[in-house]
């Protein structure tokens, strides 16, 4: 039984040979890659297709935000997109790439997305403290936390709950659904997919090498992709969201994950805390998959990602 399409098996093989980032063995062409991908910023203009759509960069209290909208018939709804990179990585023009998909699957809604700090040289609360700027910010321009919907992939997916929380423990409006592609969820690496997909994960794994449990911990704990939590404690509830505990005033999320993850059983224990709060949570995570997968679009399991989270979002806003 074949584990992914072969379009798919072939994508994730590109992955482990170009952008592995192991979290152990980080090699010097991988710190460049972050480098290489930021140089690619000025070929955004090529990649995004205007036609009757605005666009416009600004800074809201210095965070750089961008606003995607409908120049004609734009409706209420927003799309509040997260950018993952681990908390190092600034965000790089292929999240752009979705823009004009969020705003029709929204119903003609405005697409925002910012650019926070990032670590070594910013902690937390840094990250979100600069994603909850901008949320207050798009609240004051009029719009409404019942008609947005958060987007946010691994790093981004952990901030997109992270706002969740704060703004359930602060007694606001949450917004009206989250579509998460590989939360990070978990800084404790409790899982056990950490062990049983070390192997097999394209992007943070080694083919091959299983660690013990405890081996897996002392090494993962090492790693500089640990930086961005400063002094806060790991099973801290903002920073390790699959870690607490949820109530029915949540709103109803959808989460990818890659099969061959080592972010696998978070996801699922984050799926599970969520469902048993009474919440609407699915999960979507084909075999032989990696980190992210859906964003990448070019395959048939990231294809499929991506309908059922537009088929997700046109179901929350009411979209036909």
């Known amino acids: 039984m074949r584990r992914s399409s072969i379009l798919g098996a072939i994508f994730c093989e590109i992955a482990r040979a170009a952008g592995n980032v192991n979290p152990v063995l980080v090699e010097e062409k991988n710190i460049n890659l972050v480098k290489n991908l930021r140089s690619m910023e000025p070929l955004f203009p090529i990649f995004l297709g205007r036609r009757g759509y605005k666009y416009k960069k600004l800074k809201v209290n210095g965070i750089k935000t961008e606003v995607f909208k409908p120049k004609k018939n734009a409706s209420e709804n927003v799309i509040f997109v997260c950018h993952g990179g681990a908390y190092v990585s600034r965000m790089m023009f292929y999240y752009r790439l979705l823009n004009k998909r969020y ?191 859906p964003i990448y679009e070019l395959f048939p399991e990231a294809q499929q990602g991506l309908r059922m989270a537009f088929a997700f979002i046109r179901e929350k806003f009411g979209v036909e």
């Open 103 to 293: 705003s029709k699957a929204s119903g003609g809604g405005t697409v925002i997305h910012f650019d926070y700090r990032c670590a070594p040289e910013y902690t937390h609360p840094a990250m979100i403290e600069d994603c909850l700027s901008v949320w207050n910010w798009m609240l004051d321009q009029g719009y409404k936390a019942e008609n947005t919907i958060v987007v946010g992939d691994s790093s981004g997916g952990n901030m997109a709950l992270q706002l969740m929380l704060r703004l359930h423990d602060a007694g606001k409006p949450m917004p009206r659904g989250a579509v998460l592609y590989s939360p990070w969820s978990d800084m404790t690496a409790s899982g056990d997919s950490y062990v049983y997909n070390y192997k097999v994960d394209p992007v943070f794994g080694i083919r091959g090498v299983t660690p013990s449990p405890e081996e897996c911990k002392e090494l993962l704990y090492k790693s500089d992709l640990y930086n961005w939590l400063g002094d806060t404690p790991r099973d801290d509830r903002y920073v390790s969201p699959a870690l607490t505990y949820y109530d029915d005033t949540y709103p109803p999320i959808f989460v990818t994950v890659g099969g061959d993850e080592v972010l696998k059983s978070e996801c699922e224990l984050l799926v599970k805390k969520f469902n048993e709060a009474g919440v609407e949570a699915t999960l979507f995570a084909p075999p032989g998959m990696m980190h992210a997968f």
